[in-house]
Protein backbone atom coordinates (compact mmCIF):
# COMPACT_ATOMS: atom_id res chain seq x y z
CA UNK A 1 0.00 0.00 0.00
CA UNK A 2 2.85 2.26 0.69
CA UNK A 3 3.95 1.89 -2.62
CA UNK A 4 0.68 2.20 -4.04
CA UNK A 5 0.34 5.41 -2.34
CA UNK A 6 3.28 7.32 -3.33
CA UNK A 7 2.89 6.36 -6.68
CA UNK A 8 -0.64 7.43 -6.45
CA UNK A 9 0.83 10.93 -5.03
CA UNK A 10 2.92 11.50 -7.64
CA UNK A 11 -0.05 11.58 -10.20
CA UNK A 12 -0.81 15.48 -9.74
CA UNK A 13 2.80 16.43 -9.57
CA UNK A 14 3.55 14.75 -13.16
CA UNK A 15 0.15 15.97 -14.59
CA UNK A 16 1.12 19.85 -13.31
CA UNK A 17 4.53 19.59 -15.31
CA UNK A 18 2.95 18.06 -18.23
CA UNK A 19 0.24 20.72 -18.18
CA UNK A 20 2.87 23.76 -18.02
CA UNK A 21 4.62 22.17 -20.88
CA UNK A 22 2.18 21.68 -23.40
CA UNK A 23 0.34 25.01 -22.19
CA UNK A 24 3.01 27.20 -23.41
CA UNK A 25 4.58 24.97 -26.51
CA UNK A 26 1.34 25.20 -28.12
CA UNK A 27 1.20 28.85 -27.75
CA UNK A 28 4.80 28.32 -29.81
CA UNK A 29 3.05 27.55 -32.73
CA UNK A 30 2.45 30.73 -34.98
CA UNK A 31 -0.65 31.78 -35.66
CA UNK A 32 -3.82 31.85 -33.55
CA UNK A 33 -6.72 29.80 -32.79
CA UNK A 34 -9.44 32.28 -34.27
CA UNK A 35 -7.65 32.47 -37.63
CA UNK A 36 -6.97 28.80 -37.64
CA UNK A 37 -10.83 28.32 -36.95
CA UNK A 38 -12.29 30.93 -39.38
CA UNK A 39 -9.40 30.79 -42.13
CA UNK A 40 -10.10 33.67 -44.40
CA UNK A 41 -13.25 34.73 -42.99
CA UNK A 42 -11.29 35.87 -39.95
CA UNK A 43 -10.38 38.48 -42.33
CA UNK A 44 -14.04 40.04 -42.43
CA UNK A 45 -14.03 40.05 -38.80
CA UNK A 46 -14.04 43.78 -36.94
CA UNK A 47 -11.65 44.95 -34.10
CA UNK A 48 -14.54 44.29 -31.68
CA UNK A 49 -15.46 41.05 -32.75
CA UNK A 50 -12.10 39.35 -32.40
CA UNK A 51 -11.91 40.86 -29.06
CA UNK A 52 -15.24 39.08 -28.15
CA UNK A 53 -13.70 35.52 -29.66
CA UNK A 54 -11.06 36.09 -28.08
CA UNK A 55 -12.78 36.82 -24.51
CA UNK A 56 -15.41 33.84 -25.36
CA UNK A 57 -12.07 31.09 -25.52
CA UNK A 58 -9.66 32.75 -22.78
CA UNK A 59 -7.31 33.67 -25.02
CA UNK A 60 -7.37 37.56 -24.42
CA UNK A 61 -5.55 37.75 -21.77
CA UNK A 62 -1.53 37.18 -20.97
CA UNK A 63 -0.61 33.66 -21.34
CA UNK A 64 0.74 33.71 -17.50
CA UNK A 65 -2.72 34.76 -16.63
CA UNK A 66 -4.44 32.27 -19.07
CA UNK A 67 -2.40 29.39 -17.37
CA UNK A 68 -3.70 30.38 -14.06
CA UNK A 69 -7.22 30.68 -15.22
CA UNK A 70 -7.44 27.44 -16.88
CA UNK A 71 -5.67 25.82 -14.11
CA UNK A 72 -8.16 27.17 -11.61
CA UNK A 73 -10.70 25.32 -13.66
CA UNK A 74 -9.47 22.37 -14.28
CA UNK A 75 -9.10 21.60 -10.29
CA UNK A 76 -13.47 22.33 -10.99
CA UNK A 77 -13.41 19.37 -13.75
CA UNK A 78 -13.81 21.86 -16.36
CA UNK A 79 -10.95 21.95 -19.46
CA UNK A 80 -12.33 24.41 -21.18
CA UNK A 81 -14.47 24.88 -24.63
CA UNK A 82 -13.04 23.80 -27.68
CA UNK A 83 -13.10 26.12 -30.42
CA UNK A 84 -12.98 23.58 -33.05
CA UNK A 85 -16.15 22.14 -31.83
CA UNK A 86 -17.58 24.29 -29.78
CA UNK A 87 -18.23 21.70 -27.26
CA UNK A 88 -16.90 21.07 -23.45
CA UNK A 89 -13.27 19.49 -24.50
CA UNK A 90 -14.14 16.88 -21.93
CA UNK A 91 -16.89 15.86 -23.73
CA UNK A 92 -15.01 15.83 -27.10
CA UNK A 93 -11.80 13.83 -25.62
CA UNK A 94 -15.15 10.84 -24.16
CA UNK A 95 -16.99 11.39 -27.38
CA UNK A 96 -13.65 10.23 -29.21
CA UNK A 97 -12.35 7.83 -26.54
CA UNK A 98 -14.18 4.39 -26.93
CA UNK A 99 -12.60 4.26 -30.18
CA UNK A 100 -8.98 4.49 -29.53
CA UNK A 101 -9.63 2.28 -26.28
CA UNK A 102 -11.18 0.06 -28.44
CA UNK A 103 -8.47 0.00 -31.28
CA UNK A 104 -5.71 -0.01 -28.45
CA UNK A 105 -7.32 -3.39 -27.10
CA UNK A 106 -7.78 -5.03 -30.26
CA UNK A 107 -4.18 -4.42 -31.23
CA UNK A 108 -2.96 -5.86 -28.12
CA UNK A 109 -4.84 -8.90 -28.15
CA UNK A 110 -3.22 -9.60 -31.99
CA UNK A 111 -0.09 -8.37 -30.60
CA UNK A 112 -0.02 -11.33 -27.88
CA UNK A 113 -1.78 -13.84 -29.44
CA UNK A 114 0.97 -14.01 -32.32
CA UNK A 115 3.93 -12.80 -30.68
CA UNK A 116 4.28 -14.46 -27.25
CA UNK A 117 3.10 -18.41 -29.33
CA UNK A 118 6.10 -17.39 -31.71
CA UNK A 119 8.86 -16.11 -29.45
CA UNK A 120 7.77 -19.36 -27.19
CA UNK A 121 8.30 -21.72 -30.54
CA UNK A 122 11.72 -19.80 -31.23
CA UNK A 123 13.18 -20.09 -28.19
CA UNK A 124 12.41 -23.87 -27.98
CA UNK A 125 13.99 -24.51 -31.53
CA UNK A 126 17.24 -22.20 -30.64
CA UNK A 127 19.47 -21.78 -33.89
CA UNK A 128 17.29 -24.06 -35.59
CA UNK A 129 15.91 -22.97 -39.05
CA UNK A 130 12.61 -22.41 -38.00
CA UNK A 131 14.24 -20.09 -35.24
CA UNK A 132 15.73 -18.16 -37.45
CA UNK A 133 12.49 -17.68 -39.80
CA UNK A 134 10.91 -16.15 -36.84
CA UNK A 135 13.43 -14.08 -35.86
CA UNK A 136 13.52 -13.11 -39.99
CA UNK A 137 9.90 -12.37 -39.50
CA UNK A 138 9.89 -10.13 -36.58
CA UNK A 139 12.89 -8.06 -37.76
CA UNK A 140 10.74 -6.94 -40.85
CA UNK A 141 7.66 -6.63 -38.73
CA UNK A 142 9.73 -3.81 -36.38
CA UNK A 143 11.51 -2.51 -39.93
CA UNK A 144 8.21 -1.54 -41.23
CA UNK A 145 6.57 1.24 -40.64
CA UNK A 146 2.32 1.15 -39.82
CA UNK A 147 1.15 3.79 -42.42
CA UNK A 148 3.51 1.37 -45.07
CA UNK A 149 1.84 -1.68 -43.93
CA UNK A 150 -1.59 -0.19 -43.36
CA UNK A 151 -1.03 1.44 -47.33
CA UNK A 152 -0.20 -2.11 -48.20
CA UNK A 153 -3.22 -3.83 -47.15
CA UNK A 154 -5.38 -1.60 -48.41
CA UNK A 155 -3.94 -1.92 -51.74
CA UNK A 156 -4.11 -5.79 -51.77
CA UNK A 157 -7.77 -5.40 -51.14
CA UNK A 158 -8.84 -2.94 -53.61
CA UNK A 159 -5.74 -4.57 -56.34
CA UNK A 160 -6.55 -8.22 -55.41
CA UNK A 161 -10.10 -8.45 -54.32
CA UNK A 162 -11.81 -5.20 -55.36
CA UNK A 163 -13.08 -4.44 -52.00
CA UNK A 164 -12.14 -1.38 -49.78
CA UNK A 165 -11.97 -1.29 -45.89
CA UNK A 166 -15.44 -0.24 -44.10
CA UNK A 167 -14.68 3.32 -43.93
CA UNK A 168 -17.46 6.36 -43.28
CA UNK A 169 -18.64 7.14 -39.78
CA UNK A 170 -17.96 5.03 -36.93
CA UNK A 171 -20.17 2.38 -35.49
CA UNK A 172 -20.04 2.23 -31.73
CA UNK A 173 -19.57 -1.31 -30.49
CA UNK A 174 -22.72 -1.63 -28.61
CA UNK A 175 -24.75 -0.73 -31.97
CA UNK A 176 -23.47 -3.05 -34.40
CA UNK A 177 -20.63 -5.26 -33.09
CA UNK A 178 -20.15 -6.98 -36.70
CA UNK A 179 -20.06 -3.28 -38.38
CA UNK A 180 -18.04 -1.61 -35.21
CA UNK A 181 -15.26 -5.18 -35.92
CA UNK A 182 -14.73 -4.80 -39.48
CA UNK A 183 -14.28 -1.21 -39.25
CA UNK A 184 -11.02 -1.70 -36.51
CA UNK A 185 -9.97 -5.37 -37.65
CA UNK A 186 -8.05 -3.85 -40.45
CA UNK A 187 -6.16 -0.89 -38.45
CA UNK A 188 -6.26 -3.11 -35.13
CA UNK A 189 -3.98 -5.98 -38.07
CA UNK A 190 -1.87 -2.44 -38.81
CA UNK A 191 -0.94 -1.46 -35.66
CA UNK A 192 -0.54 -5.23 -33.97
CA UNK A 193 1.86 -6.12 -36.93
CA UNK A 194 5.12 -4.20 -35.35
CA UNK A 195 3.78 -4.54 -31.68
CA UNK A 196 3.88 -8.83 -32.14
CA UNK A 197 7.20 -7.93 -33.91
CA UNK A 198 8.20 -6.95 -30.53
CA UNK A 199 6.47 -9.07 -28.32
CA UNK A 200 8.31 -11.77 -30.45
CA UNK A 201 11.82 -10.35 -30.13
CA UNK A 202 11.23 -10.02 -26.19
CA UNK A 203 9.23 -13.17 -25.26
CA UNK A 204 12.10 -15.21 -27.64
CA UNK A 205 14.89 -13.21 -25.36
CA UNK A 206 13.03 -13.56 -21.70
CA UNK A 207 12.51 -17.39 -22.70
CA UNK A 208 16.38 -18.20 -23.70
CA UNK A 209 17.46 -16.57 -20.13
CA UNK A 210 14.77 -18.47 -18.07
CA UNK A 211 15.33 -22.17 -19.80
CA UNK A 212 18.81 -21.87 -18.89
CA UNK A 213 18.03 -21.28 -15.16
CA UNK A 214 18.30 -23.77 -12.32
CA UNK A 215 14.81 -24.55 -11.45
CA UNK A 216 14.28 -25.07 -15.13
CA UNK A 217 17.05 -27.65 -14.74
CA UNK A 218 15.19 -29.24 -11.86
CA UNK A 219 12.10 -29.62 -13.45
CA UNK A 220 13.45 -31.38 -16.22
CA UNK A 221 15.49 -33.62 -13.62
CA UNK A 222 12.16 -34.70 -12.38
CA UNK A 223 10.48 -35.61 -15.24
CA UNK A 224 8.37 -32.98 -15.64
CA UNK A 225 7.05 -32.78 -19.96
CA UNK A 226 8.76 -30.57 -22.32
CA UNK A 227 5.13 -28.52 -22.62
CA UNK A 228 4.87 -28.28 -18.73
CA UNK A 229 8.52 -26.99 -18.32
CA UNK A 230 7.79 -24.40 -21.36
CA UNK A 231 4.00 -23.60 -20.07
CA UNK A 232 4.15 -24.08 -16.48
CA UNK A 233 7.53 -23.28 -15.27
CA UNK A 234 9.74 -21.09 -17.90
CA UNK A 235 6.71 -19.00 -19.44
CA UNK A 236 5.38 -17.21 -17.05
CA UNK A 237 8.52 -15.53 -14.93
CA UNK A 238 9.43 -14.89 -18.97
CA UNK A 239 6.07 -12.85 -19.34
CA UNK A 240 7.35 -10.29 -17.06
CA UNK A 241 9.67 -8.34 -19.71
CA UNK A 242 6.99 -8.60 -22.32
CA UNK A 243 4.41 -6.80 -19.55
CA UNK A 244 6.71 -4.34 -19.38
CA UNK A 245 6.71 -3.29 -23.04
CA UNK A 246 2.85 -4.09 -23.62
CA UNK A 247 2.50 -1.39 -20.41
CA UNK A 248 4.42 1.25 -22.69
CA UNK A 249 3.03 0.07 -26.62
CA UNK A 250 -0.90 0.54 -24.55
CA UNK A 251 -0.21 3.78 -23.07
CA UNK A 252 1.23 4.94 -26.90
CA UNK A 253 -1.79 3.46 -28.17
CA UNK A 254 -4.42 5.41 -25.82
CA UNK A 255 -2.68 8.43 -27.12
CA UNK A 256 -4.12 7.94 -30.40
CA UNK A 257 -1.83 6.09 -33.42
CA UNK A 258 -2.42 9.20 -35.69
CA UNK A 259 -0.99 8.15 -38.91
CA UNK A 260 -3.31 4.77 -38.71
CA UNK A 261 -6.47 6.79 -37.59
CA UNK A 262 -5.57 8.53 -40.71
CA UNK A 263 -5.38 6.38 -42.90
CA UNK A 264 -8.55 4.30 -42.01
CA UNK A 265 -10.31 7.78 -41.85
CA UNK A 266 -11.36 6.75 -37.91
CA UNK A 267 -12.27 9.51 -35.70
CA UNK A 268 -10.38 8.37 -32.24
CA UNK A 269 -8.21 10.52 -29.96
CA UNK A 270 -4.96 10.86 -31.58
CA UNK A 271 -6.47 11.96 -35.21
CA UNK A 272 -8.63 14.36 -32.98
CA UNK A 273 -5.46 16.16 -31.61
CA UNK A 274 -3.61 16.30 -34.59
CA UNK A 275 -6.58 18.67 -35.89
CA UNK A 276 -6.79 19.85 -32.75
CA UNK A 277 -3.20 21.58 -32.88
CA UNK A 278 -3.71 22.25 -36.75
CA UNK A 279 -6.88 24.51 -35.72
CA UNK A 280 -4.93 26.13 -32.64
CA UNK A 281 -7.54 24.88 -30.23
CA UNK A 282 -5.73 25.14 -27.54
CA UNK A 283 -8.00 24.30 -24.95
CA UNK A 284 -8.61 20.55 -27.27
CA UNK A 285 -4.76 20.18 -27.19
CA UNK A 286 -4.29 21.12 -23.38
CA UNK A 287 -7.30 18.65 -22.07
CA UNK A 288 -6.58 15.83 -24.18
CA UNK A 289 -2.53 16.00 -23.93
CA UNK A 290 -3.52 15.93 -20.21
CA UNK A 291 -5.62 13.13 -20.53
CA UNK A 292 -3.28 10.75 -22.23
CA UNK A 293 -0.89 11.72 -19.35
CA UNK A 294 -3.41 10.08 -17.01
CA UNK A 295 -4.28 7.08 -18.94
CA UNK A 296 -0.41 6.32 -19.62
CA UNK A 297 0.31 6.57 -16.15
CA UNK A 298 -2.36 4.61 -14.83
CA UNK A 299 -0.83 1.92 -17.38
CA UNK A 300 2.62 2.10 -15.89
CA UNK A 301 0.95 1.96 -12.26
CA UNK A 302 -0.88 -1.25 -13.40
CA UNK A 303 1.87 -2.93 -15.05
CA UNK A 304 4.03 -2.48 -11.75
CA UNK A 305 1.37 -4.44 -10.04
CA UNK A 306 0.95 -6.91 -12.49
CA UNK A 307 4.95 -7.58 -11.73
CA UNK A 308 3.56 -8.85 -8.16
CA UNK A 309 1.04 -11.67 -9.78
CA UNK A 310 3.74 -12.94 -12.53
CA UNK A 311 6.43 -12.87 -9.35
CA UNK A 312 5.22 -13.00 -5.72
CA UNK A 313 9.32 -12.71 -5.27
CA UNK A 314 8.98 -9.15 -6.26
CA UNK A 315 8.06 -6.51 -3.41
CA UNK A 316 6.87 -3.06 -4.57
CA UNK A 317 6.35 -2.18 -1.10
CA UNK A 318 10.62 -2.09 -1.00
CA UNK A 319 10.78 -0.09 -4.00
Known sequence: MNYLTRRLAAFPLVLLGVSVIVFFAIRLVPGDSITAMLGTEAGLLTPQQRDALAVYFGIDQPWPVQYWRWLLNLFHGDLGISAT???????????????????????????????????????????????????VAAMIGQSTPSFVFGLLIIYVLSAGFGVLPTM?????????????????????LTLGFAFAASVTRVSRSAMLDVLSDDYVRTARSKGASARSVVWRHALPNALIPVVTLSGIEFGYLLGGAVIVEQIYALPGLGRMVLEAILQRDYALVQGAVLFIALNFMIVNLLVDLAYVALDPRIRLENQ
Open 85 to 135: YGKPVLEVILQRFPLTLELALLSMLIALSVGVPAGVFAATRNERPSDLAVR
Open 168 to 188: GAFTPLWEDPIRNLGQLILPA
